[in-house]
């Protein structure tokens, strides 16, 4: 009797340990983007995927819950699913994998490789959503930084440790301020996040502004505006965690965020397919409350640890410097330079309206 009771103990810690219990679901709504499914045990955030009529299964992201349900956004357009569809939890979101890998790399907003490389190796975690740090803990801001930009240099100083936004309509030279200030600023490591751009620029960038040392210290987080809005947002946030990460180990980092609009309208379109009402320009309550839990994530670190001092561009649409991304990033950010078409038809660049523009810690790190 005890040799029988034995076995079956083992029999059972076999199947604990070894077959794990897959949690899952079945397809019962889905119109082309959003899928509805049983309402499954799982949190906000988490991976699955969905057996479809492929070989290949679809990758999705659950972002909500409604009616006992759990409703799940497509990472890729156009798979072919059908209702009755197995859907499995493949991954809590929460952590990724980060390290000195991911340096000279560029990966996408799953952290796969995009530069036809083997996936870097990498030792460490980091939550994605980052870590929450004691206001009253941070370092102050009280370093000037050389961004390799003299007229910002001298009229716009910026602090080590600060965020910034350049804010800037179409056609500015906003991309080439980026790539100088990327290869010049005097910085350890610097991150970009390339959220919602055209695949093009995507490629001149890294091909042709990132070269020889200056893509040595770079981690490239690249997602195109073809990408679902979950992908950008996602990428956005793998960016931002990747310098939290850096900071954390002492260095002293450069985010560099091309755009924090393109991350703005990925969030609406996903507000708005949760049924959020829209407000001004369609845009839901929260895209107001993401922004600034984006930004916030940046800037000095605490006793011991690095900064992150980072830059956001802000697509004034149709040169509307009171666009209501622009109005919200502008209250958070700790100062904003304004790049003037007037001035870039004049052939002058960069094209910094100085007037309009403002390093709201200039007078604390200059003399």
């Not at 499954?40 to 909500?64: H, N, R």
């Not at 493949?90 to 994998?97: E, K, L, N, Q, R």
């Not at 829209?278 to 006793?303: A, D, F, N, Q, W």
Request: with cysteine; charged share 20%; proline share 6%.
């Amino acid at each position: 009797m005890i040799a029988v009771k034995e076995r079956l103990t083992q029999s059972i810690m076999s199947i604990i340990v070894d077959k794990p219990i897959s949690i899952s679901g079945r397809v019962s709504k889905y119109d082309g983007q959003m899928v509805e499914c049983d309402g499954f045990p799982a949190t906000i955030g988490s991976l699955c995927q969905i057996e479809t009529e492929t070989d290949m299964p679809a990758t999705a992201e659950i972002i909500g819950f409604h009616g006992g349900h759990n409703l799940l956004s497509l990472h890729d357009y156009g798979a072919r699913i059908s209702v009755g569809a197995r859907v499995r939890v493949v991954d809590d979101g929460y952590m990724i994998p980060v390290g000195e890998g991911l340096l000279g790399r560029v990966t996408d907003a799953l952290g796969m490789p995009l530069d036809e490389m083997p996936l870097p190796p990498l030792e460490s975690k980091w939550p994605l959503l980052g870590k929450e740090l004691n206001p009253l803990a941070k370092n102050p801001v009280d370093t000037p930084l050389d961004v390799g930009v003299r007229a910002i240099n001298s009229l716009l100083t910026v602090g080590r440790g600060q965020r910034i936004g350049i804010i800037a309509g179409s056609g500015v030279g906003k991309s080439v301020l980026l790539g100088m200030m990327s290869r010049y600023t005097e910085a350890d490591i610097v991150v970009v996040g390339m959220i919602g751009e055209r695949g093009r620029e995507v490629g001149s960038f890294v091909n042709t502004i990132l070269t020889g040392e200056a893509k040595k210290r770079t981690a490239i987080v690249a997602v195109p505006a073809d990408r679902s809005p979950l992908l950008r947002i996602r990428g956005a946030e793998r960016a931002t965690a990747i310098a939290e990460y850096f900071r954390d180990q002492g260095k002293n980092v450069l985010l560099i965020m091309d755009s924090l609009t393109r991350v703005a309208h990925a969030r609406r379109e996903i507000g708005l397919a949760l049924g959020e009402q829209p407000t001004s320009k369609g845009y839901p309550p929260s895209v107001v409350s993401m922004i600034p839990r984006l930004i916030e994530r940046t800037g000095s670190g605490v006793k011991n640890q690095g900064t992150i001092t980072s830059i956001y561009t802000v697509l004034a649409d149709g040169d509307d410097a009171n666009d209501p991304v622009v109005d919200t990033a502008r209250a958070i950010l700790d100062g904003h330079i304004l790049l003037s078409r007037k001035q870039t038809q004049m052939g002058i660049y960069p094209a910094i309206d100085v007037p309009m523009s403002v390093s709201r810690v200039m007078t604390e790190i200059t003399d």
